[in-house]
């Protein structure tokens, strides 16, 4: 594990961290990254809408890391893991829907060894009215290698002054079911089972094995949270999907088509415990009838990550909240 003394040293210093020309690269890429998305989203239909940062619940599906509760007037609520609830309340309004969200999740000190996980961190979310999963994807794709793109044109001389040879990403990306990665990884000796998440570790190994980006499509129904729509002609597999950075960077972006009826959502919800009146307004919205939609949303520090070449995400954000460090 890092040595946690010396990180939290460091990070207490970032004020002059934020002056040296290598920090100073890492912010003008995402800079460019981030209007790259903007630009390639308003292109293509979408308009921008403000996230929401409270709530009285917040996307449960956090794979090991916390919640934040806290007390507002009275009542419980929570600081936002994911905007995924709102989303599919917008495309209520607007058929393609993107928001630059903030989320903290209190991910486990372990998780400081992956070098992709932050406490705090942003996903740029969308969300398509009336979607197929397929429809999110192709647009993923193409958002992500327009960005690349950008970045070469626009940011040769940082990329050469962090000593990163950034590959252009080659669209249609590979696509690969859940079950078939599982039985890959398991002939590389990883002890996996079907029904559940793919580990870190076994991430990183698939993501260094493909040239390109990839896709992992149709997880089972155990392994996520109760917003991602069963196939009904395939009961227990999820339409949803991951994208996966090449060089072994692993997760990009997280998404699918979303459950939208209130009985097999609130069957979900309840055979995982979660307590029904927490979600009011989003069961009464079901209840009624809400557009069916698909989207995702894509973490913009491991992007940053990814284009920049470093090792630890928090080299890719400016003021950097690492799980377990406390710092400014
Ligand atoms: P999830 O809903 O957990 O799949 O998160 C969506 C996306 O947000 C992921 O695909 C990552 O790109 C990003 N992400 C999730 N958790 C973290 C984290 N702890 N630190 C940084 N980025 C994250
Ligand atoms: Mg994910």
Known sequence: MLDKAELTTQLQARYKDIKKPEVKAVMRIQDEILSALRDHLRGVGFIEILAPII?????????????VSFDYYGTTYKIMSSMILYKQMAVNSFDRIFALSPNIRLEPDITRETGRHLSEFRQLDLEIANATYFDAMAIGEQMVTKAIKRVKINCADDLEALGRELKSPKPEFKKITHHDAVELLTEKGFKLNQGEEIPWEAESTLSKS??????????????????DREDEARPGILCDFDLF??????????????????????????????????????????????????????????????VC????????????KVPGIVSP
């Open 309 to 320: 070449g470093k090792e630890y995400i928090w080299d890719s954000v400016p003021f950097p």
């Open 55 to 67: 709530g009285p619940a917040t996307d449960p599906g956090i794979r090991g890391a916390s919640q």
């Open 210 to 227: 493909f040239g390109d980006f990839f896709w992992i499509i149709d997880y089972p129904r155990t392994a996520r949270g109760f917003y």
């Open 245 to 306: 950075y090449p060089e072994g960077y692993g997760e990009a972006i997280s998404g699918g088509e979303r459950e939208y009826k209130y009985e097999k959502v609130a069957r979900r919800m309840l055979s995982t415990g979660e307590v029904l009146e927490a979600y009011r307004w989003y069961l009464d919205m079901l209840k009624e009838g809400t557009t069916p939609s698909a989207g995702f949303g894509i973490g913009v520090e491991r992007l940053t990550r990814y």
